[in-house]
């Protein structure tokens, strides 16, 4: 847990277990899904205490304080100490619904379904996209 005077932002995403491997948080960067107060860096970009970060992964979008610095990388526990999480709880939540979503899927070889069983589809999706409007309100 040394710190250091200066320290890049791919390695700091990479060491805070932001990123599985430098590259990834370096092609991150590059890919513009690293952005400080919206502006895209560079993975060279010098990491200072205080800067607020935005984090793209997939789906998944984080905003991020540097508390401290950190060159190597620790475990899940101590990484978390050297950043504060500030994302949005809306953005949270529509994350997590997504894993909450009804599946959809029919046996193989059962055919089309009838047209009662479209109905009770189409219903069941209604109701789902119904209850993740109103959480988003």
């Known amino acids: 847990m040394a710190e250091k ?3 890049r932002i791919d390695k700091y995403l990479w060491a805070i277990r932001m990123f599985k491997t430098r590259t990834l ?23 200072r205490v205080g800067e607020n970060y935005q984090v793209s992964k997939g789906i998944e979008r984080k905003v991020i304080i540097v508390t401290a610095l950190l060159e190597n990388r620790v475990d899940a526990k101590t990484a978390i100490n050297f950043y504060q999480d500030i994302t949005p709880v809306e953005q949270t939540q529509a994350f997590k619904s997504m ?19 479209r109905r009770e589809i189409d219903d069941l999706k209604d109701d789902f996209f119904i209850k993740v409007d109103e959480e988003k309100k």
Do not use: M, W, Y
Request: glycine share 8%; net charge positive; hydrophobic share 25%.
């Open 5 to 7: 005077e200066k320290l």
């Open 25 to 47: 948080a370096s092609d991150a960067c590059k890919a513009g899904r690293v952005k400080l107060e919206g502006q895209n860096i560079k993975p060279s970009h010098e990491v």
């Open 99 to 117: 894993f909450h979503a009804p599946i959809l899927k029919r046996d193989r070889g059962t055919g089309r379904p009838t047209k009662k069983d």
